[in-house]
């Protein structure tokens, strides 16, 4: 079946530095989804990208969807204390109603 | 405007018990999915609700079993717990079909002893 795979698993960073989790679904993706779970909460929607090449920047955060739609990144810039979280990328599967979820990335922001 | 709300938030059986689990949706929405998810991993799709059918299905044995009713609410059903159900049980909603943007609760936290 589908897999969606996220490298690294937990990343650890100083204040200030960047950040970057990349995702990689064993087939190709009509779209893909990104979310952002707080500890102890639950998973939020940041965005979704469509188009092959898409790129979408949330303020701090770039967002990108690779050419053959199998893989994306997500890059925090600077990051800061409220950007720790686990964040999940997820993919449609084919038959169009289940979103499959990568194994996440925890993020910890050392202030 | 409420969000998707669950209940209970916690909950502790024992092996061989079973549990049911609530769930509704957020103003608008149609459709809701129950994910599992275990703790450090991402969440697991249990199954997808929608006009009061099962509409697709993940990897989940029989034991898990699920409701819509006419408003939208939904409920899930775990029979005869095992020690590796317990984990945060989450609900999504969303509106129409394919998958769109997923609106997820709090979640159920299930320990099972």
């Known amino acids: 079946g589908q897999q969606v795979m996220q490298i690294p698993q937990y990343q650890h960073v100083q204040e200030g530095e960047d950040f970057t989790t990349y995702c990689n679904s064993s087939?190709?993706?009509?779209?893909i989804q990104w979310y952002k779970q707080r500890p102890g909460g639950h998973p939020v929607f940041l965005i979704q990208?469509?188009?092959?090449?898409e790129v979408k920047k949330q303020k701090r955060l770039t967002f990108q969807f690779g050419e053959a739609k199998k893989n994306s990144s997500l890059h925090i810039t600077a990051t800061q204390t409220t950007d720790v979280g686990t964040y999940f990328c997820?993919?449609?599967?084919?038959?169009?109603?289940?979103?499959?979820f990568g194994g996440g990335t925890r993020l910890m922001v050392k202030p | 405007d409420a969000g998707v709300t669950q209940s209970p938030t916690h909950l502790i059986k024992t092996r061989g018990q079973q549990v049911t689990l609530r769930c509704s949706p957020k103003?608008?929405?149609?459709?809701v999915s129950w994910y599992q998810q275990a703790l450090g991993q991402g969440p697991q799709f249990i199954f997808q609700?929608?006009?009061?059918?099962?509409?697709q299905r993940g990897n989940f044995p029989d034991r898990f079993s699920g409701h819509q009713f006419p408003n939208y609410s939904s409920e899930l059903n775990v029979n005869a717990l095992l020690l590796g159900d317990s984990a945060l049980y989450l609900c999504?909603?969303?509106f129409g079909s394919g998958v769109p943007e997923l609106f997820f609760g709090e979640g159920s936290r299930l320990t099972v002893l």
């Open positions: 609700y929608y006009e009061e059918e099962e509409r």
């Open positions: 999504a909603s969303s």
């Open positions: 997820a993919g449609p599967s084919n038959a169009g109603n289940m979103l499959t």
């Open positions: 990208l469509v188009k092959s090449g």
């Open positions: 087939t190709t993706l009509s779209n």
């Open positions: 103003s608008g929405h149609d459709t």
